[in-house]
């Protein structure tokens, strides 16, 4: 058996908006496991993107336990969510937020001057297929290909799991595609756990675990025998 990256317990997350409490995680119980591809789906407003940012490091609970491996990441202070975050996680967002006046090269290389381990930029640029394209500026790639210098910025710290909220949202079908492929690529070579929020259920089908969410509660958790290739997935 696969061991756990992640256990939740009893996660709760209450955002206290003054006039109305909501509840955006409402006793969250989930495994999640190394070196797995999990798809997050479920409606707007399920609490999806609120689980993600926990895990993270970027937003705390207000009750439950979130384990990441054997640290309680509720019971580290601020300065020590800061170095778990830096030294054990990659985030890739729907926007790229590359840097405009560097190549893709130099994007990389803003997160591989600082990182403990990390590998050379370019490796990480070839590793989601921009080989070819290490010199060309933001400006001048594609969407999916802006996204793909934004993954290979984000592992190329080689970090323990890639956390992706809506890493295909503002893609075509075609262009998307290439992006899944760069995350496949990613989770079968480095065996990073890779956590994928989308609100595109063809998706789930590369993934081996899929986990629904409804109303801050999670629905179901599937896992897929049989996984498709990311070229096989149109939507
Ligand atoms: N900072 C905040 N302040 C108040 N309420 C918030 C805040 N962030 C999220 N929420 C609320 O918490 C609930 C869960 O939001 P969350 O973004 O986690 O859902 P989601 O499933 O990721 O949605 P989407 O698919 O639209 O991104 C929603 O009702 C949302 O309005």
Request: proline share 4%; with cysteine; aromatic share 6%.
């Amino acid at each position: 058996m696969t061991a756990t990256v992640f256990r939740t317990r009893g996660l709760t997350r209450i955002y206290d908006t003054g006039k109305v409490q909501v509840r955006a995680l409402d006793g969250v119980d989930l495994d999640l496991f190394e070196s797995e591809f999990t798809v997050l789906l479920g409606p707007s407003g399920s609490g999806k993107s609120t689980l993600l940012n926990i895990l993270g490091g970027l937003d705390r609970p207000s009750s439950g336990t979130v384990m990441f491996r054997d640290i309680d990441l509720t019971r580290l202070d601020d300065t020590q969510l800061t170095a778990y975050r830096r030294d054990h996680v990659g985030f890739v967002f729907q926007f790229y937020n590359l840097v405009a006046s560097l190549t893709a090269r130099e994007n990389v290389q803003l997160v591989t001057d600082v990182a403990r381990d990390p590998m050379p930029p370019e490796d990480a640029l070839r590793l989601v297929g921009l080989e070819a394209r290490l010199d060309h500026f933001p400006a001048e790639l594609s969407g999916g290909e802006q996204q793909r210098v934004a993954i290979a910025r984000a592992i190329a710290k080689r970090p323990d799991v890639l956390l992706c909220d809506e890493p295909t949202g503002a893609l075509d079908s075609k262009t998307g595609v290439q992006v899944l492929e760069a995350l496949h690529m990613v989770n079968m070579q480095l065996g990073t756990a890779t956590i994928v929020i989308t609100h595109n259920a063809a998706i789930r089908r590369m993934a081996h675990r899929v986990v629904r969410f409804q109303d801050g509660r999670v629905l179901s958790v599937e896992t897929n025998d049989h996984r498709i290739a990311p070229q096989e997935i149109a939507w």
